[in-house]
């Protein structure tokens, strides 16, 4: 079964991609419209206006990602994450964004960017990149090297993001780049120890990594009886609005939360929005479409002939799949509150066009995963004989010397 996903896999995503963004530009209306009128003078639409906007540079990014060769990405991988680094820096010396008192927005002639969105993306390239010379290199000392650059990679973008401040941000790219290496063929051992050391640390030095809410916001997380009404104040509105949709839900654009009751409910709860006008069963479908996004990206990732496509599809799916299950977590009150978009629906063009990027390069890895599968079957009916071994994951096709020649990626 796993076979046959795979070989509609390249065909599956590019659907998704487009069912994912057509209902969630709807989805984002019915939720944003109340907080849209009173935010831009009267106008209902401006936010899905501007994400209509994102939208269309975010599709560019997909086919792009999605026709490109992909040893493009593997070669181009540390250059696209050092322009990330870049505007993570110019954010910490840019003025705070619309009197708020955090620096996580860079203005670029008029185009306002989220650069911690887009290190979702290009940190597991860059980590995979750096994973794959490390599991394909020989010398001792060169692997060492390789491990310790992608540590500091890891750690360094972690902490740029850390300091906007921007926490749980920080801790899902801090995630990502630990899965990358899961995915691109590390032992789960030095995994896991490098997760326990990685938290160790952190908790050790949280008071001087975190800001004092931020603190507040874990406490209240690890002892939600000591949550104060303010910080209950979010959580509670949005159990509401899930708790009267009932099965159908009030019917779209009759939700009585969004009205300013309500707060994020174009972002952060927008799950909570809108779940009050559809209903617990189409809430139920919403989280369907991300579990078969998330299947359908492990599938690709568990068949890449090479490491540095595992841990790529491999990271970007738990990138999806993650921020689709803490988002509605929070939403639902089983998760301390925390700015987390919700794939697809939120408002924020970064967040969009760093989706749909990722979508695109699934699209890209799914098509050569099928298509070195397909030329592993053929050479296998050619062989006719029992010698011959296909081992997909983590590269292993490649170099544990199948006799695939030209497999994978140059």
């Not at 209902?44 to 906007?53: E, L, T």
């Not at 690709?300 to 988002?327: D, K, R």
Request: aromatic fraction near 12%; hydrophobic fraction near 50%; include cysteine.
């Amino acid at each position: 079964m796993a076979l046959v996903t795979l070989s509609r896999s390249h065909l599956l995503l590019p659907l998704l991609t487009v069912i994912g963004l057509v209902g969630g530009l709807f989805l984002l209306l019915t939720a944003s419209h109340p907080y849209s009128a009173v935010r831009y003078n009267g106008d209902p639409f401006a936010i899905v206006y501007k994400q209509v906007r994102a939208a269309l540079v975010g599709l560019i990014l997909f086919a792009s990602c999605a026709l490109m060769p992909a040893w493009v990405f593997r070669r181009m991988a540390i250059f696209f994450h050092l322009v990330t680094v870049v505007l993570l820096v110019r954010a910490l010396f840019s003025p705070p964004f619309e009197h708020s008192e955090v620096h996580r927005w860079v203005k670029i002639q008029g185009l306002i960017l989220q650069p911690s969105e887009l290190a979702k993306v290009t940190l597991p390239i860059a980590v995979a990149s750096f994973a794959h010379w490390a599991v394909t290199t020989r010398p001792l000392i060169k692997r060492w090297l390789l491990w310790g650059t992608v540590v500091l990679v890891v750690g360094g973008t972690f902490f740029l993001i850390a300091l906007q401040p921007h926490l749980s941000g920080a801790l899902i790219v801090g995630a990502l780049g630990l899965l990358t290496l899961f995915f691109s063929g590390v032992s789960p051992g030095r995994v896991l120890f490098v997760c326990i050391l990685c938290a160790g640390l952190f908790w050790t030095h949280r008071h001087t990594l975190l800001q004092p809410y931020q603190l507040k916001r874990i406490e209240a997380a690890l002892n939600p009886d000591q949550m104060t009404e303010a910080g209950r104040y979010q959580q509670r509105q949005a159990q509401i609005a899930l708790g009267v949709s009932g099965p159908f839900g009030r019917g779209l654009f009759q939700g009585r939360q969004k009205h300013l009751i309500l707060p994020a409910a174009h972002n952060d709860f927008v799950f909570s929005a809108f779940g009050e006008e559809i209903g617990w069963i189409w809430c139920s479908v919403i989280i369907l479409f991300y579990q078969i996004l998330a299947y359908i990206g492990f599938v690709v990732a568990a068949h890449q002939p090479e490491p540095f496509g595992s841990g790529v599809a491999g990271a970007l799916t738990c990138y999806l799949w993650m921020q689709s299950v803490l988002h509605i977590l929070v939403n639902t009150g089983q998760f301390g509150v925390t700015g987390i978009p919700l794939p697809f629906v939120s408002a924020g063009g970064s967040s969009l066009c760093a989706t749909l990027t990722a979508m695109g390069l699934l699209t890209n890895l799914a098509r050569y995963a099928a298509a070195f599968v397909a030329h592993a079957e053929r050479r296998e009916i050619e062989t006719r004989s029992g010698s011959f071994h296909l081992k997909l994951g983590v590269g292993w096709g490649r170099h544990r010397r199948s006799s695939l020649s030209g497999a994978g990626y140059r």
